[in-house]
């Protein structure tokens, strides 16, 4: 089978490492790729949101099945495109992919199929917005409807700063056309847990549980960026939270897009946070999270082709899901400098030192090969996972083989998988 992967980051690369085990699969193409990717693919210049260029590439190549790992070309349709040429694709089409493309969608599903989240209410024009605001209870947060890199989350704390917010999101266009629309909803409190699931239309299976660090520095402190590193399983995703999640979350968001004439296949990823309340969704992503893949994807068992197209032929039920019962923890190198300004082209030295190291992954975020030499070419640069008998052993590990890479600028968080202690 020929693989095409339409992406570039950390995610991407645990992707393509978890198709490069299928025995199924005799070639890998990635569009675009980056250095880490081009080691088990062969990395194709054409950019993610290029659809007539990745649909001519794919029609050419008779390539079998094609994966989309990120959000905005599935948002945009990107599967549709290969469909309407009769190509295999993994992902939800564009009806269903707004799921994450609109927070305001999301809100009005959630509301309409009571599944439990924050209460909230939609705006389409900053002075009905300003005036919700006045009477509100703070903190309170704001949201830009559309895609905005995760970054278009205000959490305000007072009207004035609320105020300042919508302004920045409806008026200033801070997150451009995303702001549009928002969603103003209530504050919740608790821990955060990701949980990724296969869906084929009709049934939800779900992975291993996971937790993010989305904040820049230690202690949770600085700007959000893309996500700073991940730990698998959360040990705060217990039993009783997950029959409550199979109870009133997963399926009947299933069901829900379903009934709407949405049918979703592809991932459904879930934000939730664990309330006093009980467990309430944050958000919904249509894809694996990143670096969430790069700690869950390499303790899943199965053979990543087959299920992929058992969601695509509504067959997952026949697929028994399976994951590792131990733990792995992601460490992000990033740039000194990431979120806001940062130097790229360094020489990335030590990548050498993971070959033939069983349960470690260096997986490639911002990185390209120049002059026969791999540098850095991004803010995230690499994740650095490791597996371990239990997530303390996994944090050991993963923090050990930080050490065994070296370039300038070099910056990583040191407290990834702190929660464990708290467990
Ligand atoms: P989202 O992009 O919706 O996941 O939001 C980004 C981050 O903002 C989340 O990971 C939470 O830390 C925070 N957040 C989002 N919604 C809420 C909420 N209703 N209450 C508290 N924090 C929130
Ligand atoms: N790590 C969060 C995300 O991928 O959205």
């Known amino acids: 089978m020929k693989v095409l992967i339409v992406g570039s980051g950390g995610?991407?690369?645990?992707?393509?490492?978890?198709?490069?085990?299928?025995?199924?699969?005799?070639?890998?193409?990635?569009?675009?790729?980056?250095?880490?990717?081009?080691?088990?693919?062969?990395?194709?210049?054409?950019?993610?949101?290029?659809?007539?260029?990745?649909?001519?590439?794919?029609?050419?190549?008779?390539?079998?099945?094609?994966?989309?790992?990120?959000?905005?070309?599935?948002?945009?349709?990107?599967?549709?495109?290969?469909?309407?040429?009769?190509?295999?694709?993994?992902?939800?089409?564009?009806?269903?992919?707004?799921?994450?493309?609109?927070?305001?969608?999301?809100?009005?599903?959630?509301?309409?199929?009571?599944?439990?989240?924050?209460?909230?209410?939609?705006?389409?024009?900053?002075?009905?917005?300003?005036?919700?605001?006045?009477?509100?209870?703070?903190?309170?947060?704001?949201?830009?409807?559309?895609?905005?890199?995760?970054?278009?989350?205000?959490?305000?704390?007072?009207?004035?700063?609320?105020?300042e917010g919508v302004k920045s999101i409806m008026l200033d266009k801070q997150f451009g056309t995303a702001g549009n629309r928002m969603v103003i909803e209530e504050f919740m409190t608790g821990r955060e847990v990701s949980v990724l699931s296969y869906v084929d239309g009709k049934t939800?299976?779900?992975?291993?549980?996971?937790?993010?660090?989305?904040?820049?520095?230690?202690?949770?402190?600085?700007l959000n960026t893309g996500g700073m590193g991940t730990f698998s399983p959360s040990p705060?995703?217990?039993?009783?939270?997950?029959?409550?999640?199979?109870?009133?979350?997963?399926?009947?968001?299933?069901?829900?897009?379903?009934?709407?004439?949405?049918?979703?296949?592809?991932?459904?990823?879930?934000?939730?946070?664990?309330?006093?309340?009980?467990?309430?969704?944050?958000?919904?992503?249509?894809?694996?999270?990143d670096p969430e893949a790069q700690v869950v994807l390499p303790r899943m068992k199965n053979d990543i082709i087959e299920v992929m197209e058992a969601c695509i032929d509504g067959k997952l039920d026949e697929v028994d899901l399976q994951f590792e019962d131990n733990a792995a923890v992601c460490v992000v190198l990033a740039s000194e400098g990431y979120p806001v300004k940062y130097d790229k082209g360094l020489e990335i030295k030590g990548l050498e030192t993971f070959e033939g190291k069983d349960g470690y992954y260096c997986f490639h975020a911002g990185t390209k090969e120049e002059n026969?030499?791999?540098?850095?070419?991004?803010?995230?640069?690499?994740?650095?996972?490791?597996?371990?008998?239990?997530?303390?052993?996994?944090r050991a590990n993963a923090y050990a083989a930080t050490e065994w890479i070296d370039f300038d600028n070099k910056y990583m968080r040191h407290d990834i998988g702190k929660a464990i202690d708290e467990a």
């Open 236 to 289: 705060f995703y217990t039993e009783e939270v997950d029959e409550f999640c199979k109870k009133y979350i997963y399926q009947a968001t299933v069901d829900a897009m379903a009934a709407e004439g949405r049918e979703f296949k592809g991932i459904i990823f879930f934000g939730l946070m664990l309330t006093p309340k009980g467990p309430r969704v944050l958000e919904y992503n249509a894809r694996f999270g």
């Open 204 to 222: 939800i299976k779900t992975m291993t549980s996971a937790q993010d660090h989305k904040r820049a520095m230690d202690g949770d402190q600085g």
């Open 11 to 163: 995610r991407e690369h645990a992707i393509a490492t978890s198709v490069a085990k299928s025995p199924k699969v005799d070639k890998i193409y990635c569009a675009p790729g980056n250095a880490g990717i081009g080691m088990i693919a062969e990395c194709v210049p054409i950019g993610a949101m290029e659809f007539d260029k990745i649909v001519a590439f794919a029609k050419e190549n008779a390539i079998d099945l094609t994966i989309v790992g990120m959000d905005d070309p599935l948002v945009g349709g990107l599967i549709d495109e290969l469909e309407k040429e009769g190509l295999r694709a993994f992902g939800p089409r564009k009806n269903a992919a707004i799921l994450e493309g609109s927070k305001a969608f999301s809100k009005d599903l959630m509301k309409k199929y009571n599944i439990p989240t924050a209460a909230y209410e939609n705006f389409d024009n900053a002075d009905d917005a300003i005036k919700y605001l006045e009477t509100a209870e703070y903190p309170i947060v704001l949201k830009a409807d559309g895609l905005a890199l995760g970054k278009g989350v205000l959490i305000c704390n007072d009207f004035e700063e609320a105020k």
């Open 372 to 394: 026969g030499k791999i540098v850095t070419n991004g803010g995230r640069v690499l994740g650095i996972t490791a597996k371990g008998a239990d997530l303390k052993e996994a």
